[in-house]
């Protein structure tokens, strides 16, 4: 597709920047929830060490990477490479939403698991 075919996209990034934003802080909230529950583990060794480490490193750190790797997608929305990684994070970020959800389904169901 051409560069111009796309351009929907591009001027739609700032609220698809803002909805990533949105669900990043929800998924560091409910992730230390979760944690802090002994309902699930952490995945990524990373953020697994910063969540045993100090919480609020945690949470700015995953918060600024995740900023910074947005914005700079966001920079560069014009660009065929910098829409499809915006979508790919926002879709991404939307099945990690959806895994809170069966989480938060299971929580309530059965209690602390």
Same mark, same amino acid.
């Given at each position: 597709? *051409?560069?111009?075919?796309? &351009? %929907?996209?591009?001027?739609?990034?700032?609220?698809?920047?803002? /909805?990533?934003? #949105?669900? *990043? +802080?929800?998924?560091?909230?409910? !992730? &230390?929830?979760?944690?802090?529950?002994?309902?699930? =583990? =952490?995945?990524? @060794?990373?953020?697994?060490?910063? /969540? =045993?480490?100090? @919480? @609020?490193?945690?949470?700015?750190?995953?918060? !600024?990477? +995740?900023? /910074?790797?947005?914005?700079?997608? %966001?920079? &560069?929305?014009? !660009?065929?490479?910098?829409?499809?990684?915006? /979508?790919?994070? !926002?879709? #991404?970020?939307? %099945? #990690?939403?959806?895994? &809170?959800?069966? #989480?938060?389904?299971? +929580? =309530?169901?059965?209690?602390?698991?």
């Amino acid at each position: 597709m *051409n560069r111009k075919g796309w &351009h %929907w996209l591009a001027a739609r990034a700032t609220f698809i920047y803002f /909805l990533i934003m #949105v669900m *990043n +802080v929800c998924d560091a909230i409910l !992730t &230390h929830s979760w944690l802090e529950l002994g309902v699930i =583990e =952490e995945a990524n @060794p990373l953020m697994a060490y910063l /969540l =045993e480490t100090s @919480p @609020p490193l945690f949470f700015t750190v995953k918060l !600024t990477l +995740v900023y /910074l790797g947005g914005f700079l997608l %966001w920079r &560069h929305r014009y !660009t065929m490479a910098a829409q499809l990684a915006l /979508l790919g994070l !926002t879709a #991404v970020y939307a %099945w #990690v939403m959806w895994l &809170h959800y069966d #989480v938060w389904r299971l +929580v =309530e169901r059965y209690g602390s698991l």
